[in-house]
């Protein structure tokens, strides 16, 4: 900043990073804005690293002790046809026209050293109000932008900020301008906000907007569940897991879609008792549906969906060679999280039962804890023999070969026979 005012600019810092320090956070990224047009930003930095990133935008990226900073011209915008871009940009000698541009109050404000806060819309009466709210007309921010809908509700998420009426007013009417925005763009918004401390508030708030998104997640609302067991219908019971669960993605979409099939599945017994049986199936089938979707990475969708199918096993009545299975075919970790997953499930039912299913899930662990520490062995990979020696013992490559390592695993894994070179290789004989 000192370097642009050196030139005869002016410069502030603003957005996210005012927002944060006024909040007494540690800023993740620096966000910089000066009455300098990007030429002129380029000709202070000529001495550092720059990037041109978005010089139509007014934007240059310089490197300054390692650390990237975004510097942009004080810039309008007008025309959003799409309902995402600026059909035009137009320079501007003014910090304030440049805020006017931006979406929340609390991200309008602007700070420089030598002149202090420019904040023409109050934005640090709403952070210590702890309030969301457009910049002026909250209907023309979401036109220009459909993803600020999202935004609003990610950081009303994250920060635990109420947004104020308008606005949210606004986006019941206006979340329909979501079909616009990008696949990837709405997922990223949409873990920060499932992440974020108040993502159950916002869940039940704006359930016509996560509806808009996973429409598959509609019937849920006001599914009943007549079952000893449960106390909310299935939508209440799902928020309710999301916030019984620790904030990682992969979890958090997990207890999202981990019931999406029971109003498929869903029947009622003589007595009026309500069933959902293989629910786990339906539910992964959909989570698989919407991940792909959504264009999620292949790794994530497998895990969420893995955490899914499974979400419904009973961890006190699986035997230690089916944990073995399970984390030959799962990975540890996934099993492990099966248990946060299990606890969340189990938190968000009836109360009655929870100390009782809680109990059932230490009996599982310590089970997974004693194969921890024995030698593992969950797949054939983990024999102490392969098909090469196999073969040198005369059993050549086949479909037989393959059975008969099937079966040392499934042996091994019961604890019929040691994991030895010696042991397997006389076994396999008698296999043959």
């Known amino acids: 900043m000192e370097i ?11 957005g996210g990073a005012v927002r944060d320090a006024l909040m007494g956070k540690s800023p993740d990224d620096w966000d910089i804005t000066t009455s300098a047009l990007p030429e002129e930003t380029l000709e202070a930095f000529k001495d550092f690293r720059t990037v041109e990133t978005g010089l139509k935008h007014g934007t240059v990226t310089v490197i300054v002790d390692g650390i990237s900073l975004e510097i942009t011209t004080y810039r309008t915008e007008t025309g959003y046809s799409d309902n995402r871009h600026p059909d035009k940009v137009d ?13 929340f109050t609390v991200n309008a404000i602007a700070y420089s050293p030598s ?3 420019a904040d023409p819309f109050d934005g640090r009466s709403d952070i210590e109000k702890e309030v969301i709210s457009c910049v002026g007309e909250a209907d023309k921010r979401f036109g220009e932008d459909a993803l600020r809908i999202l935004r609003a509700l990610r950081f009303s998420s994250v920060l635990g900020f109420e947004i104020d009426s308008q606005t949210s007013e606004s986006i019941h009417r206006n979340f329909h301008l979501l079909k616009n925005i990008s696949v990837e763009r709405i997922f990223t918004e949409l873990s920060k906000l499932l992440c974020g ?11 016509d907007v996560i509806f808009f998104i996973m429409p598959e997640l509609k019937p849920l609302k006001n599914c009943m569940q007549n079952h000893e067991r449960h106390v909310y219908d299935v939508w209440g019971h799902t928020v309710a897991a999301v916030e019984n ?21 869903k029947s009622t017994d003589g007595n009026g008792t309500d069933h959902f049986y293989s629910h786990g199936k339906e539910s992964t089938k959909i989570a698989c549906e919407i991940l792909t979707r959504l264009k999620t990475s292949t790794k994530f969708r497998n895990k969420v969906c893995s955490l899914v199918e499974y979400h419904d096993f009973l961890p006190h009545k ?11 075919k799962l990975g540890a970790d996934t099993v492990k999280q099966l248990f946060k997953v299990r606890e969340a499930d189990v938190k968000a039912q009836n109360p009655r039962f929870r100390a009782e299913s809680l109990e059932e899930n230490k009996t599982g662990l310590k089970i997974l804890e004693e194969i921890e520490n024995e030698t593992p062995c969950f797949g054939i990979s983990d024999l102490a023999i392969g098909g090469k020696e196999l ?11 393959g059975r008969i390592l099937e079966t040392l695993l499934d042996e091994v894994m019961e604890e019929k026979i040691v994991n030895t070179p010696q042991a397997l290789i006389t076994r396999a004989m008698q296999l043959k």
């Open 91 to 103: 320079f501007t000698d003014k910090v304030e026209d440049d805020l006017s541009r931006r979406d």
């Open 4 to 14: 642009l005012q050196s030139n005869g600019h002016t410069a502030y810092v603003v």
């Open 197 to 207: 401390k108040d993502a159950g508030r916002i869940l039940r708030e704006y359930e």
């Open 318 to 328: 699986i035997s230690k060679k089916t944990y073995k299975k399970y984390i030959g």
């Open 115 to 117: 002149a202090g806060f």
């Open 391 to 401: 073969a040198a013992a005369g059993i050549e490559p086949s479909p037989k070969m």
């Open 245 to 265: 669960i620790e904030p990682l993605p992969e979890l958090r979409f997990a207890m999202l879609l981990h019931d999406s099939g029971k109003p498929k599945c």
